[in-house]
């Protein structure tokens, strides 16, 4: 069973501080990464995408990914009441001729942004 | 911005009733799918859908499922007979490509079966 593992919070952090998430999976395989946000009741929407070892940034949002170790992380700076949400690993193992990457999902991090 | 549509946004069933649920993908979108999320619960995949035809299916995706692309724009997820458990957030989600696979999420339909 391909896992991606998060734990499940809930992640308190004061508004204007730096949030940091983490993510782990099984499958060595694993080609592409993702973090989504949820709020509840709502649809995941993507935040950042990440395909090879490193960092990278979009705005206050930071994504880390060591395929070595089987890990990705999200750095949310300056942290805002409104990024209170579930934040939601996931990833695709691509596969020779397929047609198609299913993406596996963790079950989320829950984060609350206190003012 | 394109984005993924879905409809209803909320539908009630009574237990061994079909229900199809609908999605139009993003225009220039070639690959599709459909997740799950049980309340409380993670999110799924159920299946993929290529050219017509579908890619891969998870053991979710029994015969009591099925997905069609019946025009150029719109892609259906049918449950012939539906059960309790088959309550849950339906998202459709489509990629333009395999590389960079990116899938983008419909806002859900909330299905409830009575």
């Known amino acids: 069973q391909k896992e991606v593992e998060q734990n499940s919070g809930p992640l308190s952090v004061p508004e204007g501080a730096i949030a940091s998430l983490n993510c782990t999976y099984s499958d060595r395989g694993s080609q592409s990464f993702f973090w989504y946000r949820q709020y509840s009741g709502k649809s995941p929407e993507l935040i950042m995408s990440i395909y090879s070892n490193g960092d990278k940034e979009d705005g206050r949002f930071t994504a880390q990914l060591n395929k070595a170790s089987q890990y990705v992380s999200l750095l949310i700076r300056d942290s805002q009441p409104s990024d209170s949400a579930t934040y939601l690993c996931?990833?695709?193992?691509?596969?020779?001729?397929?047609?198609?990457?299913?993406?596996?999902f963790g079950g989320g991090t829950r984060v609350l942004v206190k003012p | 911005e394109p984005e993924v549509t879905q409809t209803p946004s909320h539908q009630v069933t009574q237990m061994g009733q079909e229900v199809i649920l609908r999605c139009v993908p993003i225009s220039n979108h070639l690959y599709f799918y459909w997740y799950r999320q049980i309340l409380g619960q993670k999110v799924e995949f159920l299946v993929s859908f290529y050219n017509n035809e579908i890619s891969e299916k998870s053991e979710i995706f029994d015969d009591q499922f099925s997905v069609e692309r019946p025009d150029g724009s719109n892609f259906t997820l049918k449950i012939r007979s539906t059960k309790l458990e088959d309550s849950a957030m339906y998202f459709c989600?489509?990629?333009?490509?395999?590389?960079?696979?990116?899938?983008?999420f419909g806002p859900g339909t909330r299905l409830t079966v009575l």
């Open positions: 989600a489509s990629s333009e490509a395999l590389l960079p696979d990116t899938q983008y």
């Open positions: 996931a990833v695709t193992v691509g596969k020779r001729g397929g047609a198609g990457n299913k993406l596996t």
